[in-house]
């Protein structure tokens, strides 16, 4: 089975719309929340027709009009802020927060546990069983401590519950998709 894993469009359409398209193949689509607009569930439900789970972020702010949009999709289910989920033989565990998430990957009770909210990309193994998974944002940019932009890659992030792996990609200025890093 293939999950796509996406986090922080912020309202990014064009970049989303890109991303959407490459993912169309993968069996599942994970959205680690920061939506923004509830206009973006709309393109994500329509963009991916097969099963999408999304958690809330911390800049998903009308969450009442995203989920009041819900129910005109049937494929879509909205998780809340963490959720845990048998996805092709592999526990996994969701949740926005790079902080949450790694604490939850770090105990080691879930074979992959995917996140977002710091924009930046990561794939790594923690512990003997726990891969942990950032996608990156879909926004194409990080801020530092000051609140400081800084332009990077939109990325997202295919991870393969067969093999246990995890491939990244970033979408190029010219709109193509590559492998990432």
């Given at each position: 089975?293939?999950?796509a894993i996406?986090?922080?469009?912020?309202d990014?359409?064009w970049k989303l719309?890109t991303a959407l398209?490459?993912?169309?193949?993968?069996?599942?689509?994970?959205?680690?929340?920061d939506l923004?607009?509830?206009?973006?569930?709309d393109?994500l439900?329509?963009?991916?027709?097969k099963?999408?789970y999304?958690?809330?972020g911390n800049?998903d702010?009308?969450t009442f009009?995203i989920?009041?949009k819900t129910?005109?999709?049937?494929?879509?289910?909205?998780?809340?802020e963490?959720?845990?989920?048998e996805?092709g033989g592999?526990r996994?565990?969701?949740?926005h927060?790079?902080?949450?998430a790694l604490?939850i990957?770090?105990?080691?009770?879930?074979?992959?546990?995917?996140?977002?909210?710091?924009?930046v990309?990561?794939?790594?193994?923690?512990?003997?069983?726990?891969?942990?998974?950032?996608?990156?944002s879909?926004?194409?940019?990080?801020?530092?401590a000051q609140a400081?932009r800084?332009d990077?890659a939109?990325?997202?992030v295919?991870y393969?519950?067969?093999?246990g792996t995890a491939?990244g990609?970033?979408?190029?200025p010219?709109g193509?998709?590559?492998?990432?890093p």
């Open positions: 089975m293939r999950i996406l986090s922080d469009i912020h990014n359409v719309a398209e490459f993912v169309a193949d993968a069996d599942v689509l994970i959205c680690c929340g923004c607009s509830p206009f973006v569930l393109q439900a329509r963009g991916f027709s099963p999408l999304i958690v809330f800049n702010a009308d009009r989920t009041a129910p005109k999709y049937p494929h879509v289910r909205l998780r809340g963490f959720f845990v989920e996805f592999r996994v565990a969701v949740n927060f790079d902080n949450i604490a990957a770090r105990g080691g009770e879930y074979d992959v546990v995917f996140y977002g909210h710091n924009h990309f990561d794939i790594r193994k923690l512990g003997a069983r726990t891969l942990a998974v950032n996608p990156g879909i926004m194409g940019c990080q801020f530092d400081n800084t990077v939109s990325t997202f295919i393969d519950t067969e093999a491939q990609y970033r979408i190029e010219g193509e998709v590559a492998a990432h």
